[in-house]
């Protein structure tokens, strides 16, 4: 279902109840999907199955925790971080809905 951000503000609770009991609410600013409203057993139930997934996302995370001692006593710098960040614009496309 497609509300706006405006929709949504103003029947917030009535989005809520709507969530839980079906399915998730995709809202949109100027007719653009930019968020989505779900209910928490949906969220949870994503977050286990990306937890299970063996992607590079979950590895690297898997990984950063694993090395989080780590990772915690190097001191970089904001300067030497952004210098990793690629400069270049993305080429991202939204979802069709």
Same mark, same amino acid.
């Given at each position: &279902?497609?509300?706006?951000?405006?929709?949504?503000?103003?029947?917030?609770?009535?989005?809520? %109840?709507?969530?839980?009991?079906?399915?998730?609410?995709?809202?949109?600013? #100027?007719?653009?999907?930019?968020?989505?409203?779900?209910?928490?057993?949906? %969220?949870?139930?994503?977050?286990?199955?990306?937890?299970?997934?063996?992607?590079?996302?979950?590895r690297? &995370?898997?990984? #950063?925790?694993?090395?989080?001692?780590?990772l915690?006593?190097?001191?970089?710098?904001?300067?030497?971080?952004?210098?990793? #960040?690629? #400069?270049?614009?993305?080429?991202?496309?939204?979802?069709?809905?």
């Open positions: &279902m497609l509300e706006t951000i405006a929709f949504a503000k103003n029947h917030l609770p009535k989005l809520i %109840y709507q969530v839980q009991d079906s399915e998730p609410v995709v809202l949109t600013r #100027r007719g653009e999907p930019v968020a989505v409203l779900q209910s928490y057993e949906q %969220y949870q139930a994503q977050l286990t199955q990306a937890n299970k997934s063996d992607n590079w996302f979950s690297a &995370m898997k990984w #950063r925790e694993e090395n989080k001692d780590v915690a006593s190097i001191q970089w710098t904001d300067e030497e971080v952004d210098s990793w #960040r690629s #400069r270049e614009m993305p080429n991202i496309t939204p979802p069709v809905l």
